[in-house]
T-cell receptor, first 118, second 113 residues
Framework: DSGVTQTPKHLITATGQRVTLRCSPR?????VYWYQQSLDQGLQFLIQ???????AKGNILERFSAQQFPDLHSELNLSSLELGDSALYFC?????????????????FGPGTRLTVT | GENVEQHPSTLSVQEGDSAVIKCTYSDSASNYFPWYKQELGKRPQLIIDIRSNVGEKKDQRIAVTLNKTAKHFSLHITETQPEDSAVYFC????????????FGAGTTVTVRA
């Protein structure tokens, strides 16, 4: 157990719908990362938050958005869902992530949310 | 952005033999290289990592080597066991302003008993 929790574990929804995935980082970790894992795309970085602020963006679609709350949990919102959005969505957390601070690179992954769009 | 290539995509080894997975990266600013193991339907688990200030790191049966000049790094698993069967991912990060990871495509390792 990495200490990172994600809910729900599974999600089945229809095209055009909107869903919210939730992630709670390890105790004390300030950074949260979201990754998408599909069969043909591998693990793709979506977005990073550090202490409530967006820090980095990857290949995240405009239909997707995220936020990190004051208690440091994060939510990934996926809207206007398409069949191709079906994937495993992982969040990971790490202690740091701020340039100039003591490097704390290690990222620990949550169990993931399996999203199926029908 | 960073591009990480990983080879081979599949690897089958006899139990007790060694397994080697190689990765190359494109961004010379990358300075952190973790390896993750992912069993079917489970989360990626960090098994070992190396930073750019060292050339080799070992932890029991696994070791990672880094060649910054050639921009490649490798994972070595010795005395493989059936429980080593999984998908292994390499990754790289620059750690300049964020610590996002760029992953290789993964290697499916099968250890034959």
């Amino acid at each position: 157990d990495s200490g990172v929790t994600q809910t729900p574990k599974h999600l089945i929804t229809a095209t055009g719908q909107r869903v919210t995935l939730r992630c709670s980082p390890r105790s004390g970790d300030l950074s949260v990362y979201w990754y998408q894992q599909s069969l043909d795309q591998g693990l793709q970085f979506l977005i990073q938050y550090y202490n409530g602020e967006e820090r980095a963006k990857g290949n995240i679609l405009e239909r997707f958005s995220a936020q990190q709350f004051p208690d440091l949990h994060s939510e990934l919102n996926l809207s206007s869902l398409e069949l191709g959005d079906s994937a495993l969505y992982f969040c990971a957390s790490s202690p740091g992530g701020l340039a100039g601070a003591a490097p704390t690179y290690e990222q620990y992954f949550g169990p993931g949310t399996r999203l199926t769009v029908t | 952005g960073e591009n990480v290539e990983q080879h081979p995509s599949t690897l089958s080894v006899q139990e007790g033999d060694s397994a080697v997975i190689k990765c190359t990266y494109s961004d010379s600013a990358s300075n952190y290289f973790p390896w993750y193991k992912q069993e079917l339907g489970k989360r990626p688990q960090l098994i070992i990592d190396i930073r750019s200030n060292v050339g080799e790191k070992k932890d029991q049966r696994i070791a990672v080597t880094l060649n910054k000049t050639a921009k490649h790094f490798s994972l070595h698993i010795t005395e493989t066991q059936p429980e080593d069967s999984a998908v292994y991912f390499c990754a790289a990060s620059t750690g300049l302003d964020d610590y996002k990871l760029s992953f290789g495509a993964g290697t499916t390792v099968t250890v034959r008993a």
